[in-house]
């Protein structure tokens, strides 16, 4: 398969990178930074780009059977990569005709969504700190320009994620309570939606991911 991976240089963006070239697809990397990239693979190539610049977003996904965005940002950034940058991705995979979209969202999104209680401490906790709030609200923002795209999409919500290794053991179910202590490793989610790129299981849904 060909899949082109938004965000690819993230923490969770390299773990895919890495295990989409192991099961030999034919991956490329995009992402403003793509420095932490620093691995060499016949199969990979690797794409600088701004995810605010629709010709460059569509350029990326030219050709390609399946689009995964792992898009985020720091803790206490403002800026909305999530929302506005899926908003070019949805509307170059429909220009373009590729149909196929995995996109990572965060667990913290079920305490915005209206579905808080499978996280019932966190609309008490959220209140006290509005940049990570407004971080997670990007979230609900891109989950809604998801659902209102006509692609074969799949969200997926991981718990609080770790560098762990990769198990292969872990919770799937849509809706899931995931509690404060709740975890995945990057590994774990990444071989998660790279499974999604065949499988039709939870195909429009959103599945959540924890140990």
């Given amino acids: 398969m060909k899949i082109v991976i938004f965000g690819a240089a993230g923490a969770t963006g390299r773990n895919v990178v890495e295990r989409a070239l192991e099961q030999e697809h034919k991956v490329t990397a995009f992402d403003k930074h793509i420095a932490p990239l620093t691995m060499q ?22 050709d390609q059977d399946v689009v995964i965005s792992v898009l985020g940002v720091r803790p206490g950034v403002m800026i909305p990569v999530c929302s506005e940058g899926t908003k070019n991705i949805i509307a170059a995979m429909q220009k373009l005709g590729v149909k196929r979209f995995i996109s990572q969202s965060a667990f913290a999104v079920a305490a915005l969504d209206g579905e808080w209680r499978e996280v019932p401490y966190l609309p008490l906790i959220l209140p006290f700190f509005p940049k990570v709030k407004a971080m997670f609200a ?8 998801i ?29 899931l309570m995931i509690g404060p202590f709740a975890k995945i490793s990057r590994a774990d989610v990444a071989e998660f939606l790279l499974q999604q790129v065949i499988d039709d299981t939870y195909l429009h849904k959103i599945p ?3 140990y």
């Fill in 41 to 62: 693979h016949p199969n990979l190539r690797l794409v600088q780009g701004d995810i605010f610049d629709p010709a460059q977003v569509e350029k990326a996904i030219v």
């Fill in 138 to 145: 990007d979230k609900v923002l891109q989950e809604q320009e």
């Fill in 147 to 175: 659902l209102s795209s006509n692609l074969d999409w799949i969200i997926v919500r991981p718990a609080k994620l770790t560098d762990g290794p990769r198990t292969g053991e872990f919770k799937v179910h849509d809706p």
């Fill in 208 to 210: 959540r991911l924890k």
